[in-house]
């Protein structure tokens, strides 16, 4: 029986991942020698979970796109955001890919956002008051004609010029059908590189308990499968996106992608939520969903509580290693 088929379950009667909590505390060293790798090999091939592929470093990708069957639905949510939204619809302009629509859906903005939607060419949008962030990309769904779906919303932007005809590219070349994937998310703050986000290869595990999140921007859905899981829940706040990849999970594996798609704007709402918010979440989301990862949801907690910890000193270490200077720094570069 594969991991998929052991965590399909019904609410009330959590199923058993057996023997999952073994893989839970590998994906960062898997993710730090991949991605080191990628850094030394502008391209390389490698296996993942024993199937081969092949990767580009961001900077240096050269591939080819061939995927131009594939209709890329590219769909932003904004509200009183119009410079974020312009740089967004730049870097959906700036794409090599041909067979893209890009759908605005703007939560009834009062910054000049409407005026500059009018006057964009080439965009579907809408512009009228919801219930929410999740409600918008729901409402972006519904305008969709792709073949996928992508969330790019105002302030983010694509990694490169060739991001969306790479992912074309790989769904093109994909063995059965396509449900999801995702790829990397370089987090940027204030103009500085503050993190990656993702993890390689996919760790169910780790993932239903809160080790390591999937990044929203980078993640890439077929339209039928999204629709078939019925979209966003509205009332499950800023984490409805990783409750929306639990479902995902209890359907299919990710194809996952070892190259940054997306740079993630780090004052974004979701990056606001603290580490205890997060795992709580993600325990909602195994409960509402039947899913257990060890024996019982409350080993489950367990696991959770052991995580949060790990993760909570690992900032704390970073943070201090970070304000550390070595013994003399800065004299030999005034002697230069």
């Known amino acids: ?6 965590i399909r379950g019904s609410v009330g009667h959590p199923t058993w991942l057996g023997g999952g909590c073994r893989e839970v505390f590998r994906g960062p060293l898997i993710q730090r020698n991949c991605v080191q790798r990628l850094q030394n090999n502008p391209e390389r091939k490698f296996s993942v979970n024993g199937s081969p592929s092949s990767a580009h470093c961001l900077f240096n990708s050269s591939d080819s796109a061939t995927g131009d069957n594939v209709k890329v639905s ?16 730049d870097s959906v302009k700036s794409q090599d890919y041909n067979n893209i629509e890009h759908i605005i859906v703007d ?5 000049g956002t409407k005026e500059y939607l009018a ?17 918008g990309m729901n409402k972006g769904v519904k305008l969709a004609n792709g073949d996928v779906v992508w969330f790019m919303h105002s302030s983010d932007q694509f990694a490169d010029d060739r991001t969306v005809s790479y992912v074309a590219q790989q769904i093109a070349q994909h063995s059965g059908p396509f449900r999801w994937g995702y790829g990397l998310s370089a987090i940027v703050k204030d103009g500085y590189a503050i993190g990656v986000g993702g993890q390689v290869p996919f760790n169910v595990s780790r993932f239903l308990l809160g080790g390591k999140i999937i990044p929203h921007q980078a993640t890439v859905y077929s339209r039928p499968f999204f629709n078939d899981l019925q979209g966003y829940r509205t009332d499950f706040g800023l984490a409805a996106d990783q ?3 639990v479902r995902c999970v209890s359907r299919s594996h990710p194809s996952v992608w070892p190259r940054v798609l997306c740079v993630f704007d780090g004052h974004g709402a979701g990056s606001t939520r603290g580490l205890h918010a997060h795992f709580q979440d993600m325990a909602r989301a195994r409960q509402d969903n039947g899913i257990a990862v060890t024996v019982s949801p409350h080993f489950d907690t367990l696991f959770t509580l052991y995580l949060l910890a790990l993760t909570k000193a690992a900032r704390v270490m970073r943070r201090l290693m970070q304000g550390l200077k070595p013994r003399g720094y800065g004299q030999e570069l005034a002697r230069v």
């Open 119 to 135: 006057d964009l060419a080439g965009v579907t949008y809408v512009s009228e008051p919801d219930d929410g962030r999740y409600d």
């Open 243 to 245: 409750e929306f990849m």
């Open 107 to 111: 939560a009834d903005s009062t910054d």
């Open 1 to 6: 029986m594969d991991a998929l088929s052991r």
């Open 74 to 89: 590219i769909i932003t949510i904004t509200r009183n955001d119009k410079d974020g939204l312009r740089q967004t619809v």
